[in-house]
């Protein structure tokens, strides 16, 4: 039976911290990362956030309208697996290499945070001709944040640090594209992600952090200017996902 998504979308205030929460439901059968475009087993049997909403920044003006976006989330022992399909008939893709600066092009973001405790996370994109981008981020102090959930500025001086360098061992992508639009996929190996926890594989009942993001460019293909519209699950600043731990939902792995 499928379980439906919990979208709690908080007020942007203190509250926000606790963001929307999921449970994810387990699959028997691992998703064979083909990124086809029609939806088969067992992505038919996961769990569902129908639509992203707008990141908030009270500089930007607010879309009349987002493009759809569509998420399914699965999990089994060994990976967490996300699906993203976007809506899209004007993609810009200006980088194709792994690490490339790919937010500055059509791309989905996944912050995950295993143990939940807002001091290491980690970023992975993949963008609409599968490249992909991830790092390793961390604090070394306990995690303290403003009103919209973004760390405060003496942590972000003196205890934050990324690891641009760090490559997720394990990590499996994959994308295609029609002229509707286009798909990811993604698999999260456990083992990678859970290293804090001393545990290979993701269990029942585990719970997790994680936020869900999709840029979407209005950008002709071969050009460098264009606007750029964030859109988040978790609502979390414009700009500042990375420097946002506790501003994640939350979710749980479910039967």
């Known amino acids: 039976m499928m379980l439906r998504a919990l979208l709690l979308l908080a007020p942007l205030c203190l509250m926000a911290l606790e963001g929307p929460q999921l449970a994810i439901p387990h699959t028997s059968a691992a998703p064979a ?3 086809a ?13 129908p639509a992203l909403t707008q990141s908030p920044n009270p500089d930007r003006v607010m879309a009349e ?5 569509e998420v399914r989330l699965l999990w ?9 399909d976007c809506s899209d008939k004007n993609l810009y893709l200006p980088y194709n290499k ?6 500055k092009g059509d791309v989905v973001e996944v912050f995950l945070d295993a143990r939940g405790d807002s001091q290491q996370w980690f970023e992975i994109q993949v963008a ?10 961390l604090i070394t102090t306990a995690a303290e944040s403003d009103h919209e959930g973004k760390l405060l500025e003496t942590i972000l001086q003196r205890d934050f640090w990324l690891n641009l360098g760090y490559t997720m061992k394990g990590l499996r992508s994959a994308a295609s594209v029609d002229d509707q639009g286009w798909t990811v996929e993604i698999a999260i190996p456990a083992q990678a992600a859970s290293r804090r926890l001393e545990t290979k594989n993701w269990q029942l ?7 869900l993001l999709r840029y979407d460019y209005n950008t002709p293909s071969g050009t460098e200017t264009g606007d750029m519209l964030p859109m988040n699950w978790a609502p979390v600043r414009d700009g500042c996902p990375h420097i946002s731990p506790q501003a994640m939902g939350q979710v749980v792995l479910a039967e």
Do not use: M
Request: hydrophobic share 45%; charged share 20%; aromatic share 10%.
């Open 98 to 103: 792994h690490d490339d600066p790919l937010y």
């Open 205 to 211: 009942g585990q719970k997790l952090r994680l936020n």
């Open 76 to 84: 089994d022992a060994d990976a967490l697996y996300i699906r993203f």
């Open 65 to 69: 309208s987002l493009p759809a976006t």
């Open 33 to 35: 990362l083909a990124a």
């Open 128 to 137: 609409a001709n599968n490249a992909t981008f991830d790092q390793n981020l």
């Open 37 to 49: 475009r029609s939806i088969g087993a067992p992505w038919d049997q996961a769990v569902l956030v």
